[in-house]
């Protein structure tokens, strides 16, 4: 199992940054994935997350209204959308894939990208 | 929103030290309770799974425990490996909701 992001950067206030998050070793299509997000020298913050299918989506306060989680099954890539972008956005971005069958644990994690908002 | 105390923040051991870390919720979460081993400039590495299973290839000094809404990571016997910031993480299947407890960085003395 292999997960790769990219697309982070340093963006400014109330722009917009996408993200992805390449996967491989695995059946991308069976698991739901998340974005989970980490400030410089904080702890973890969940972000968002996709079932398996797609039919469900859910994303933390922090975020709902401005970030949008999605994903393309032929290319087997999660992506985030983030829109209104804010400094206390900054952070390493992480894709994690969930357990097997459930959204609820999180087994397997790309090595981060970074964002940085700033003007 | 299910809150997760986990404690202590920081705690300093020897090699062969028993070190046990907490993490309390605010109400009953079920058996969703995961919890993670984090070094300096890496991801997450998935530790335990379900508040009591070992994910394969961790070691068995890593144990877990629970009573109502406490739960425990004991490593029996401190490596130098184990330096790290372990989090516990729970899943709220009724919100649903993720939250993360804030971390307990386990440094060797």
């Known amino acids: 199992v292999q997960l790769v992001e990219s697309g982070g950067g340093v963006v400014q206030p109330g722009r917009s940054l996408r993200l992805s998050c390449a996967a491989s070793?695995?059946?991308?299509?069976?698991?739901?994935k998340h974005w989970v997000r980490q400030a410089p020298g904080k702890g973890l913050e969940w972000v968002a997350v996709?079932?398996?299918?797609?039919?469900?989506?859910y994303y933390a306060d922090s975020v709902r209204g401005r970030f949008t989680i999605s994903s393309d099954n032929s290319k087997n890539t999660l992506y985030l959308q983030m829109n209104s972008l804010r400094g206390e956005d900054t952070a390493v971005y992480y894709c994690?894939?969930?357990?097997?069958?459930?959204?609820?644990?999180?087994?397997?994690w790309g090595q981060g990208t970074l964002v940085t908002v700033s003007s | 929103d299910i809150q997760m105390t986990q404690s202590p923040p920081t705690l300093s051991a020897s090699v062969g030290d028993r070190v046990t870390i907490t993490c309390r919720a605010s109400q009953s979460i079920g058996g969703w309770l995961a919890w993670y081993q984090q070094k300096p400039g890496m991801a997450p590495k998935f530790l335990i799974q379900?508040?009591?299973t070992l994910e394969s290839g961790v070691p068995s000094r890593f144990s877990v425990s629970a009573s109502g809404t406490e739960f425990t990571l004991t490593i029996s016997s401190l490596q130098p490996d184990d330096s790290a910031t372990y989090y516990c993480?729970?899943?709220?299947?009724?919100?649903?909701?993720?939250?993360f407890g804030q971390g307990t960085k386990v440094e060797i003395k």
């Open positions: 996709m079932s398996f299918d797609g039919s469900d989506k």
């Open positions: 994690a894939r969930a357990t097997i069958l459930t959204m609820a644990e999180f087994d397997y």
């Open positions: 993480q729970q899943y709220n299947t009724y919100s649903p909701a993720w939250t």
């Open positions: 379900k508040a009591s």
């Open positions: 070793g695995f059946t991308f299509s069976s698991f739901a």
